[in-house]
C-alpha cells in the first residue's frame, strides 16, 4: 500500500504545479495582449489626429490641443472600463 501512496501524492504535486503554471503563463499573455491592445489604439489615434492636423501642412497649436483632449478622452475611458 505504501509503494502506491508517494507516487500518487508526487503525481498529483505535479498536476497542481503545472495548472498553476499555466494559469500564469495565461495571465501573461493576456497581460501583453493588453498592452498591445493599448498601444494600437493610441497608435490609431495619433495616425488619425496627424493625418487630419497635416491636411493644411500646418499643424497648430489648436490642434495639438485637440490631440491632448483625446487622449484625455481615451485616458478617461480606460480609468472608467477598468474601475480605476
Same mark, same amino acid.
Given at each position: 500500500m505504501k509503494k502506491t501512496i508517494l507516487p500518487m501524492l508526487t503525481s498529483s504535486?505535479?498536476?497542481i504545479l503545472t495548472i498553476t503554471q499555466t494559469n500564469e503563463i495565461f495571465q501573461? $499573455? #493576456?497581460l501583453i495582449l493588453a498592452i498591445i491592445s493599448s498601444l494600437l489604439t493610441l497608435l490609431? $489615434?495619433?495616425y488619425r489626429w496627424y493625418k487630419k492636423a497635416s491636411e493644411d501642412g500646418n499643424i497648430s497649436p489648436e #490642434?495639438? =490641443?485637440e490631440l491632448i483632449e483625446e487622449l484625455d478622452e481615451y485616458k478617461r475611458k480606460e =480609468? #472608467?472600463?477598468n474601475g480605476s
Open positions: 504535486a505535479n498536476w501573461l $499573455i #493576456e490609431y $489615434i495619433l #490642434e495639438v =490641443k =480609468k #472608467e472600463q
